[in-house]
Nanobody, 129 residues
Framework: QVQLVESGGGSVQAGGSLRLSCAAS????????MGWFRQAPGKEREGVAA????????YYADSVKGRFTISQDNAKNTLYLQMNSLKPEDTAMYYC??????????????????????WGQGTQVTVSS
């Protein structure tokens, strides 16, 4: 049973930074992907960043490239999302997701909401101007 628990959300002013964490358990295999997704009020959930655990390959949405960094700590079974230069439009509920997927996926595929079956409960990020 895969379990994902997010933490690290909060309120910050524009230009500030936050680091989200996702404690994971119950997953196995080299073709395991994990990702961060977000959903703002009235909008669809969207992919922000993803990582292919076996290869260490990372994928980013264009809107966060150069500002956000996804990383993993295998010893702690924890996924991170370092968010710098935050903007008001980054305000959303952020979710961690995981699943065993096809190797060598494209960015569009790895950031696709529908390919992930395991989700955390989310952590709120609010950026004020």
């Amino acid at each position: 049973q895969v379990q994902l628990v997010e933490s690290g959300g909060g309120s910050v002013q524009a230009g500030g930074s936050l680091r989200l964490s996702c404690a994971a358990s119950g997953y196995t295999g080299s073709n395991y992907y994990m990702g961060w997704f977000r959903q703002a009020p009235g909008k669809e959930r969207e992919g922000v960043a993803a990582i292919w655990i076996g290869a260490g390959s990372t994928y980013y949405a264009d809107s966060v490239k150069g500002r956000f960094t996804i990383s993993q700590d295998n010893a702690k079974n924890t996924l991170y999302l370092q968010m710098n230069s935050l903007k008001p439009e980054d305000t959303a509920m952020y979710y961690c997701a995981a699943d065993t997927l096809t190797p060598s996926m494209t960015a569009e595929q790895a950031l696709g909401v529908k390919v992930y079956n395991y989700w955390g409960q989310g952590t709120q990020v609010t950026v004020s101007s």
